[in-house]
């Protein structure tokens, strides 16, 4: 990547994050959330937000069935979590998907 990659941080209907240059035209079903800076500045603030990495449909249906999380004192341990309640955060090794275009040409998410 350009290190002189001025990025924004956008956010979609399901209340994901993502990353994209800023001289590229923003994605349909992406909005900018306002912020833009180098691509550590925007991961960071990404980081700040995104604290609950399931999707919002996934948190309202799991609110309307009555389903809970488990608290963050609880998991990892046996019998701790329970099949409805997934972890309160991705394990740190998962990182939130970074849709960079792979040419300037390339106006969709990258796979």
């Known amino acids: 990547m350009d290190e002189n990659t001025r990025y924004q941080v956008l956010r979609n209907d399901e209340e994901q994050y993502s990353l994209w ?17 180098t691509e550590a500045e925007c991961s960071a603030s990404v980081d700040e937000v995104w604290t ?8 309202e249906r799991m609110e309307n069935t009555g389903a809970r999380r488990v608290p963050r004192s609880h998991e990892g341990r046996a019998g701790g979590a329970s ?14 998907p970074c849709l960079i275009p792979r040419s300037r040409h390339d106006t969709g998410p990258a796979h």
């Open 83 to 96: 099949a409805t309640a997934p972890p309160a955060r991705a394990p740190p090794a998962l990182h939130p």
């Open 21 to 37: 240059p800023v001289d590229i035209e923003v994605p349909a079903g992406w909005q900018p959330v306002g912020k833009e800076g």
């Open 52 to 59: 609950d990495m399931r999707p919002r449909s996934l948190r």
